[in-house]
């Protein structure tokens, strides 16, 4: 090649060297400009889109914002996929309930828009509803009482302060009305309950190390794996489940829980504090309320989902006890609730502490109207409703002692507390000792028993469903 030909070849490269440099430099200019789109006369600048990112909240606001159903025929694939395009994401799919998953908005967006955003897609979609707070039933109560109490009686149980447990045994102490209670006395001529029997205590967990308590504390068997959760992964649940924290420890740090678990299960005649309805029994502490007495839907039905997952492995769960409530009717937790009765297990519930008529003004749980509900109005010493109570003619069940109760509280103490809180536990007590002698009783059967067998009383007339009082010795016979 001559010198004239290489000139001519290096000038060409140049000008394609500084064209190609021109042309990138004209379309880094155009990438940089804004969209326009028309709008009206003018022109409005259009951002560009970009995926937002996940929003960082503290502990308490990270809770999921919605409960969605999707209908069966959409996978959990599919659901996952179009949760994702609207920027969401699958917080936990609720196995007991088919296409039921709680979804986690991650545009910072209010629960009822986006609720109302998946509510819409009724072609795939069977609900969907904001995750709300759930709180304790105010209740009162007094201080600690962690002394023993002489007892004046010389029949069993030898618990020091069975004199204070009117409820169980009402002579017209403190100025009661005599056989203003629930028999048990009588009752436990026939049982005194059964190690067999499991009932679940869905409130701020339980102190499973209380002297009172400790024996009569369900632990998960050996032959049983432990809690297996997609989401969670393996759950360690030896004492059972704390689904406020997504924990394996149910310890309770309000008192709240222990107190509705003495009720029911304190161990009896062993000289030691009271005696609850079950002398012997399994309490599955189940906490989802925090130490303030708060929680959500959402662990409300966790729990609940690991209670059947439970009684499926083969724990002989046949009670929970809910001294709990909300006026927000949630269809997610309804059919979580139903699908427990459906595997045998019996849901009680406290009516409310508002002194309404629930029948008018609906009280969650406990206003459900399914084959395994029963909800409990609260009574005082002298067969009274505590003015506390809610009530119902069509939608509160039955009624127990609720007023001045004395059971176990934190740090190895005893306390008195009032409310349908107090009352529910006795119902859930009975219940185990109809189970305890009829260990295959099906829970329509059960429940039926014990609306059946209760005390009639003038002044749940018109009140109440079964217009009275439950009663031990009359459900074990």
């Not at 029997?197 to 400790?214: C, E, I, K, M, R």
């Amino acid at each position: 090649m001559n010198r004239k030909n290489i000139w001519f070849h290096l000038i060409i490269a140049l000008v394609l060297v500084s064209l190609a440099a021109v042309v990138g430099q004209i379309v880094s200019w155009n990438s940089q400009k804004p969209n326009y789109t028309k709008a009206g006369t003018g022109f409005n600048e259009v951002a560009p889109k970009v995926k937002p990112a996940t929003i960082s909240r503290s502990a308490t606001e990270s809770e999921p914002e919605v409960f969605v159903r999707f209908k069966q025929t959409v996978s959990l694939a599919d659901i996952k996929k179009l949760v994702s395009k609207n920027n969401d994401a699958v917080e936990d799919n609720i196995e007991a309930v088919k296409g039921l998953v709680s979804i986690d908005d991650l545009d910072n967006k209010s629960a009822e828009s986006v609720a109302e955003q998946y509510a819409k897609m009724s072609d795939l979609v069977e609900y969907a509803e904001a995750n709300v707070q759930i709180k304790l039933e105010p209740s009162e109560s007094r201080p600690d009482f962690s002394e023993n109490y002489d007892s004046d009686f010389d029949s069993v149980p030898n618990d020091p302060m069975f004199a204070e447990q009117w409820a169980l045994n009402n002579e017209g102490q403190s100025g009661g009305k005599s056989k203003a209670d629930i028999s048990a006395i009588e009752a436990w001529k026939k049982t005194k309950g059964s190690k067999k029997v499991v009932v679940a205590v869905l409130d701020t967990g339980v102190d499973y190390n209380h002297q009172d308590l400790a024996t009569n504390m369900w632990t998960r068997p050996e032959n049983i794996p432990a809690y297996q959760d997609a989401e969670l992964g393996t759950i360690n649940d030896l004492y059972g489940f704390d689904a406020e924290a997504n924990l394996q420890d149910p310890m309770d740090d309000n008192g709240h829980g222990t107190h509705c678990a003495g009720v029911i299960g304190a161990e009896g005649d062993n000289s030691e504090g009271i005696a609850g309805v079950n002398w012997e029994v399994q309490i599955m502490p189940l906490k989802f309320l925090s130490r303030g007495g708060f929680g959500s839907t959402k662990n409300a039905i966790e729990a609940i989902n690991y209670v059947i997952e439970r009684k499926r492995a083969g724990v002989n769960i046949r009670i929970v006890s809910n001294s709990w409530g909300s006026t927000a009717k949630s269809k997610a937790l309804g059919d979580v609730i139903r699908v427990a009765g459906e595997e045998g297990i019996l849901f009680i519930a406290a009516a409310g502490n508002d002194g309404s008529d629930n029948d008018s003004r609906p009280h969650y749980p406990s206003n459900y109207d399914l084959p395994n509900m029963v909800s409990v109005a609260a009574l005082d010493r002298n067969d009274n409703l505590a003015s506390f109570s809610n009530f119902g003619i069509k939608t509160v069940h039955v009624a127990a002692p609720g007023k001045d109760i004395m059971s176990t509280w934190l740090n190895a103490g005893y306390r008195e507390a009032s409310g349908t809180s107090m009352a529910t536990p006795y119902v859930s007590g009975v219940a185990a000792l109809i189970v305890a002698q009829n260990p295959d009783i099906s829970v329509e059967k059960l429940r039926e028993k014990l609306v059946n067998s209760v005390d009639k009383l003038d002044s749940l007339n018109g009140k109440i469903k079964s217009g009275g009082r439950i009663n031990a010795a009359k459900a074990v016979n």
